[in-house]
């Protein structure tokens, strides 16, 4: 009778007649198996019950499991799919128990060999994860995976990072990483590498691939990713080789390929602020009021034609041709600012010559010979600006702002640390650290000079836990006075020391400790800003709780740390399209019941969720809230309608902000504020986003989210800082500032002219088959410009892509076996 079972069982995709006689007969088969002498026989009807125990067995018995180990040694895909599963669910159990009673686990490990084989060899490879997951052994998949299915195993890997607890997290992207290198796909083991924050892994993949187109690519990801990395002999050994690649790694491509593409989308003409307001689609009254040449009208006219020029090198106000004399007009339009407005007036011409050092050093040069402090403070800080994310041999914003660093005039100080800040961030420049820390502990400085000191060393220092820097920050902290810790700008401290930490988790531990020994005016601050900052874009869903666990207490007025704590929810949240919903729903909820405080954050903390992304939900909100009756709370959210619009050109948005400038044309703060959204709206003229995530939403680059973050923390008190005379906080801003292109280039970095396919990006994780990863796409041909969710595929077979994820600069080959047509 067994021999007859096995023979029909041998296959097993509809139930087998034996087996369904067989099931009364289980509790007897089981009994008369115990009874048995060792013999193949006793095997067999082993592999019998385990069969039946797949319907049969009580739940939380295991039973076939346990018949299995005792059963033959033969192949188990044989009994079939089903039974493999639930074979696998069994030994996840039975590891755990074993785990906590520190049994031996060989036999188990043998099995699980089987069943890895099995599901790898029918493409159900997350299965094949997920078991290894629960019996912690991963190492064993990277000997398991063939050419075949090693791209579904590591997305899955992958994706599912995000969702786990760590220390899995990075063992998982570790595993990742290793079977990339081992099937050469090196673009995709650098992204994990920088995804992980470890160098080591960078350098190991420019070691392993020899090829220097491939490795030109490797480049242009880690440029845009804004980190700083020196080529040396060990990895690059021939020298004209390796100036190429630094020249992309520094960025120096990067206004050339900019402007390429506003060259093909034909919007090199300059705009002026009154092409943006567009005050003629408006009624009467309105455009009556506005005809006034304010001081802070022309302060917001001067931001709006920075950010909408930024990068082109040319406009109507700063960079005139000047024919008639030689100061010209671009001279007027900067006296037309009270003092610290020249400060922002001057620095505007920094964005307009984004990323073009050359050009932009010699045109900002005439502002250095001026009398005016605050004329040469934007100087200073404009050199910063056109330095952002360009790095240079020749170090020319280390050269120019070095010595101004210790000048009297406090306005002065600021500009050139700023502009420091913003040139050299992420760097972790040495020299600058001894140039910049001992001003933390002067006695003489004020204290604006030492917030933004404080500031620039985070930025500098962003992610490195750097000790020296953290001490420096620490002490400058514990010498404030009862009354400096009231001011506005003292909060720009903690921030600068939560930058240290941004997304490196459980490293800020130690200084979250020494922050609970401050003055209590301060500490719960201090501590919301760590916290945040230090699981910033990791999607942590217990440091969520812990934050709006924060945000429930009602307390007293003159308590500051609820907004931190809401703008914390959104930083913690930004990871992943799940948290980022789940943010949306619980920031509702705080929007209801929440303090004024809490209120205020809000508007920010959604307007950093939905960064350059509009989502409907989310403009309808800030649209509510932009009429509302508390001034501060109106004002972040029309800063927050700028920033989920910024550089999308987003009619609707563009539509809201040109009626409530018409609705606030008496208030002159809000209009300001409506002013600088609108400004945001056309970031660019449309070509540039401020979404510090890139390469698909994998990669989060931290300078990027580091400059955000300073400008929302700014945001916290409007009054006293963006609408004061520190309005030069929003410059912050252009360290997240990217263009959102796609640009193809051939071998020689020649722009190169291909149709690619753009629509929305869909996951396909976990899917069967080769699924289409793009849905309704139009059909474009490059340089083309990819809004949030987009992605882009190749639509000819002529060229091959050399980076798998097609953003920014993207080195296509030919492909040798294409065939014309």
Sequence with gaps: MRQ????????????????????????????????????????????????????????????????????????????????????????????????????????????????????????????????????????????????????????????????????????????????????????????????????????????????????????????????????????????????????IINNTKLSEGYLTLARDIEVMEPKSPEDIYKAHLLDGRASAGASVDSARQNLAATFVNAFVNAGFGQDKLMTVPSDSSSSGSSGNWLFKNKEHGKTSAAASLGMILLWDVDSGLAQIDKYFHSNDNHVIAGALLGVGIVNCGIKNDCDPAMALLGDYTDKEDSSIRIGAIMGLGIAYAGS???????????????????????????????????????????????????????????????????????????????????????????????????????????????????????????????????????????????????????????????????????????RRAVPLALGLLCISNPKVNVMDTLSRLSHDTDLEVAMAAVISLGLIGAGTNNARIAGMLRNLSSYYYKDTSLLFCVRIAQGLVHLGKGLLTLNPYHSDRFLLSPTALAGLITMLHACLDMKAIVLGKYHYVLYFLVLAMQPRMLLTVDENLKPLSVPVRVGQAVDVVGQAGRPKTITGFQTHSTPVLLAAGDRAELATEKYLPLSPILEGFVILKENPDYREE
């Design 4 to 247: 007859e079972i096995r023979t029909s069982t041998s296959s097993m995709t509809s139930v087998p007649k034996p087996l369904k006689f067989l099931r009364p007969h289980y509790g007897t088969l089981k009994a008369y198996y115990e009874t048995m002498a060792e013999s193949d026989l006793k095997k067999y009807l082993a592999d019998i019950l385990s069969v039946l125990a797949l319907t049969m067995s009580a739940e939380g018995e295991r039973e076939s499991l346990k018949y299995r180990l005792l059963g033959s040694e033969g192949d188990i895909g044989s009994w079939g799919h089903e039974y493999v599963r639930n074979l696998a669910g069994e030994i996840a159990q039975e590891y755990a128990k074993r785990q906590s009673e520190e049994a031996p686990i060989d036999d188990l490990m043998e099995l699980v060999q089987q069943i890895v084989a099995f599901h790898m060899k029918h493409n159900a490879e997350p299965e094949a994860v997920d078991l290894l997951m629960e019996v912690e052994d991963l190492d064993m998949l990277v000997e398991h995976v063939d050419k075949t299915s090693f791209k579904r195993t590591c997305l899955y890997l992958t994706s599912s990072a995000k969702y786990l607890p760590g220390p899995d997290d990075m063992l998982v992207l570790d595993i990742a990483y290793m079977t990339y290198q081992k099937f050469e796909e090196y673009p995709n083991a650098l992204q994990i590498a920088l995804f992980l924050d470890n160098l080591q892994y960078v350098r190991q993949v420019f070691t392993c691939c020899k090829d220097l187109q491939r490795r030109k690519q490797f480049c242009y990801i880690l440029a845009r990713h804004g980190i700083t990395f020196e080529l040396d002999e060990d990895l690059v050994s021939d020298d004209d080789e390796r100036e190429i690649l630094q020249e």
């Design 428 to 598: 972790q420049n040495e020299q600058l650290r001894y140039k910049l820390a001992p001003i933390l502990n002067d006695a003489k400085a004020s204290l604006d000079v030492i917030a933004f000191t404080a500031i620039s060393l985070g930025l500098i220092y962003v992610g490195s836990c750097n000790e020296e820097v953290a001490q420096a920050i620490i002490f400058a902290l514990m010498d404030r006075s009862e009354s400096e810790l009231g001011e506005p700008l003292t909060r720009l401290l903690p921030l600068g020391l939560g930058l240290l930490y941004l997304g490196k988790q459980e490293s800020v531990e130690a200084t979250a400790e020494v922050s609970k020994t401050f003055n209590e005016k301060i500490r719960k601050y201090c501590d919301m800003t760590l916290l945040s900052c230090a699981y910033a874009g990791t999607g942590n869903v217990l440091k969520v709780q812990n934050l709006l666990g924060h945000c429930s207490q009602h307390l007293d007025k003159g308590e500051t740390h609820q907004g931190p704590a809401v703008l914390g929810i959104a930083m913690v949240a930004m990871a992943e399209e799940l948290g980022l919903e789940m943010a949306i729903r619980s920031l509702e909820h705080l929007l209801q019941y929440g303090e004024q405080n809490i």
